[in-house]
């Protein structure tokens, strides 16, 4: 919660237990690094996590995507909060980008959903990226793009318009290497995104171009009749 790396550090090598939940909302010590922000902590809980018994027990992509007691996900932790590095990382050691809060068969909430209500363009534009569905409905039957409609969020809104053009995403080929030289990586996920601000710049443009003029005031008025 607070970002003390060396702690965080100092416990996982005391042998503490990372998969325990607490019992405010069920949530574990990657949901908190998660929810504040904490890069470096989620990272090092990360890393433990890969070669500790939970790996071994519950399996790495289990833990990396444990729902707390309303279906969140760390993943959508960090979405609602703005968080872009975290959402990358979560994205990078396999947080399934559409999993929803439902369960039993129930539709509930993706962390697009959530990045949608917190205002994040740069979590938008990672969720996207990593194949994100910008027509998944919520429990209400809403889409992101309704949900950043209701928060004011304009700029947002007008990346998850189902009418605008569709984003470039990582292959699935390459999502799933876990050997892919991390230079090369860097520079495909450069060009992605580049490709896909290209596509942003348009789609905003086009926004701009479709808002009403506004109306002229009283003042303005008077002088053009003077």
Known sequence: MHGKLSCVKKLIESGAFILKFDSLHGRT????????GHSDCLQALLTAARSSPVADSWGFSRFVNIRDESGATPLHLAARHGWSE???NLLDSGALVCTSTGGNGYPGSTP???AARGGSLECIRELLAWGADR???DAFGRIPYVIALKYKHQACAALLNPSSAEPLVWPLQLRLMT?????????LEKALMERNEEREKAI???????LPLPEPSDAEVNDNTS
């Open 29 to 36: 010590c990657l949901h908190y690094a998660a929810y504040y």
């Open 179 to 187: 050997d892919l030289n991390p230079e090369a990586k860097a520079l």
């Open 112 to 114: 697009l959903h959530f």
């Open 135 to 137: 027509l998944q409905p």
């Open 204 to 210: 905003f443009n086009e926004t701009i171009s479709l």
């Open 86 to 88: 975290c959402v990358h």
